[in-house]
């Protein structure tokens, strides 16, 4: 009898848990979960976990190689390296999340429209997607960022506004599936408007795939971001990015070679504790690509 | 015949796309605050506002957009992509055509780097799977694809060029010397210094692919024709490479022409790291020195050769499916 009651109990526990506990199944999914736990602890604790701050200049100590005092070294201005790598983490952080967020809202809304609508619509959007993916990004990007303040704020819009068409693809194709199913049809027949199903028949259905590629797309945004801050067009000194840190990594790489080691793994950490949980993510929420793969 | 109506009906399709490419860029160019030629304006003390209005009548900016655009485009087309800002004012296209080649030198390059590399390992971690080799290759697959190419250039400019000494890290070529090799020198010589560039470039193209690789030959081996070809008594060599392998690099061939843009922006990265004179380095200085003419030029020449390398991938798809270029397939 009791068995019985816990066992209800369970199937009542919240969705969430259950969620999680399949998700953390998987080591490797595990070990993405974990490292983006750290990432946005270090990110939301910086000044607690910094052990300087990591703008002072301290021309005493320029270019010193990993030790007690400073764990990760020092670099041309006397700064610490590991404080600069913990407050790099919040710039990583809030590109990743805003620019993946303008792009999978871009991307939502404009599939959701070429698959709802069909047509004329559909043809147009997807042939302006068709030659969005043309450009090679950085390119574009490059061109874009040419005529702005490069400002954390630019970059995150710029890296966001040309990273939308791979959701917007996928979106459209949920929703080119999803229309013609029955409870579509109930709804409309039950004098529901476009932008109710829309928003609240399709959508809820086609949240799963849009969460995969935003976390997949987190870490895709996050490498764009070092790249331009360490051509010199992203993030600007004296603000620490993972990116712009390389650049004087590279400056240094005959006399300093922790300059060049440490951001860059920590850009490599990230990205992959991302990536992981992004394709954790999918092989929970699509059963049928577990089985394949 | 099949295969010719299959052309011209992609050619005609590429001529809208055009088009967008060209709006767009359009579109870039006068999103600038301000114009293109006013900074230019700005930093000359002498500049009254009469020069401006003549200079600005001179670009054609007094016209309406649309006239503009229209001029612009008949420009395009000739190759006439403006003058640069810098001080030697030189024609555009000319400075992209100097450092096209080596650009494109190096993608094609990586490009069979790539292909060379990853079909093999991804036919082999598909025909394995589980084995260790294949765990192995997923590690590195997932390790690859996170590591950002900029950085991985400087462990290796690091490691070869500085701690073992054994490679060039800068340039295309010897700088001191370089005039007395003989040619065989010379191809070694330039070998040496594309090693690594050419490396980074792949990078992320080689996780890519040996993934795809992997996952489109593990679709293919559970097709029954798969099944059939093992039981007609079929060498397994045979089975896997002239049976499988052959219908799983059809999905892999569109992969490839969508992978294209991705490795020319890669350039911006390893032509500015390795101080390689391409177009990505001209992308970067004109960046750096806001030389709006090569910007779009710039950004419109790479975007018509993404075009161009789908073409190819396109026709390379035909070559090899009998079902699209007889038009068998719809459209879907």
């Known amino acids: 009898m009791e068995g019985i009651f816990s066992a209800v109990a369970a199937s009542k526990g919240s969705a969430w848990v259950r969620t999680l506990k399949e998700l953390c199944s998987s080591p490797l999914t595990m070990s993405g979960l974990i490292i983006v736990g750290i990432l946005i602890f270090t990110a939301l604790f910086a000044p607690v976990l910094a052990p300087y701050d990591p703008q002072q200049i301290d021309t005493y100590h320029i270019l010193e190689p990993p030790s007690h005092r400073h764990i990760l070294g020092t670099d041309g201005l006397g700064r610490d390296c590991f404080s600069r790598l913990i407050f790099g983490a919040r710039i990583s952080l809030l590109v990743g999340f805003v620019a993946v967020g303008i792009a999978t809202v871009v991307g939502t809304v404009l599939g959701a429209i070429a698959g709802y609508y069909g047509r004329w619509v559909d043809g147009l959007i997807m042939r302006f997607v068709d030659i969005m993916l043309c450009f090679p990004t950085i390119f574009l990007i490059m061109a874009v960022i040419a005529f702005l303040e490069p400002s954390i704020w630019n970059i995150m819009i710029v890296i966001g506004l040309t990273g939308w068409m791979g959701v917007a693809r996928l979106v459209r194709a949920e929703f080119l599936s999803l229309k013609k199913r029955d409870f579509v049809l109930a709804a409309r027949i039950a004098g529901a408007s476009d932008l109710q199903i829309v928003f609240s028949e399709i959508l809820p259905n086609a949240i799963a795939p849009i969460l995969v590629s935003a976390t997949l797309g987190v870490g895709g945004a996050i490498l764009t971001e070092s790249a331009l801050s360490f051509l010199g067009i992203g993030v600007q000194p004296p603000t620490p990015s993972w990116g712009n840190m390389l650049t004087e990594g590279k400056d240094n790489l005959e006399i300093a070679w922790w300059l060049s080691v440490f951001p860059g793994l920590a850009i490599l950490v990230t990205v992959l504790g991302y990536n992981l949980l992004g394709e954790g993510l999918r092989d929970f929420l699509d059963p049928r690509k577990k089985r394949r793969n | ?332």
């Open chain 2, 1 to 332: 015949m099949g295969f010719v109506l299959f052309l011209l009906k992609r050619l005609l399709g590429l001529v809208p796309t055009f088009l967008g490419i060209t709006l767009i860029s359009f579109f870039v160019m006068h999103l600038a605050p301000g114009e293109p030629m006013s900074l230019q304006a700005d930093f000359n003390p002498k500049m009254t506002p009469e020069m401006r209005q003549r200079l600005r009548a001179q670009y054609g900016l007094d016209k309406p957009l649309y006239v503009q655009y229209a001029r612009w485009l008949k420009g395009l087309v000739h190759l006439d992509l403006g003058r640069s800002f810098s001080p030697d004012r030189r024609k555009v296209w000319d400075k992209i055509k100097e450092r096209l080649p080596i650009t494109i030198l190096i993608n094609v390059l990586s490009m069979a780097l790539i292909l060379g590399v990853s079909i093999p390992l991804g036919v082999r971690a598909a025909v394995r799977q589980n084995s260790l080799f294949d765990q192995v290759t997923t590690v590195l697959v997932f390790v690859a694809y996170a590591a950002p190419a900029f950085w991985v250039a400087l462990l290796l400019m690091l490691f070869f060029g500085i701690e073992l000494n054994i490679l060039p890290v800068s340039g295309i070529h010897s700088l001191m010397g370089y005039e007395q090799m003989t040619t065989f020198q010379k191809i070694l010589d330039w070998a040496r210094h594309l090693v690594l560039p050419v490396f980074v470039s792949a990078i992320g193209g080689l996780a890519g692919f040996s993934r795809y690789t992997r996952s489109s030959m593990l679709e293919v081996l559970r097709q029954d024709y798969i099944t059939t070809a093992r039981a007609k008594g079929l060498p397994e060599r045979v089975v896997i490479y002239r049976h499988a392998l052959r219908n799983a690099l059809l999905p892999l061939i569109t992969i490839l022409g969508l992978s294209i843009p991705g490795l020319i922006g890669g350039s911006v990265i390893f032509e500015s790291i390795f101080a390689i004179p391409g177009v990505g380095q001209l992308m970067w200085s004109a960046v750096m020195a806001r030389d709006y003419p090569v910007l779009m030029g710039n950004l419109v020449i790479v975007a018509v050769l993404t075009l161009l390398g789908n073409l190819l991938a396109d026709i390379g798809y035909a070559a090899v499916d009998p079902r699209i270029r007889t038009g068998l397939q719809s459209e879907e």
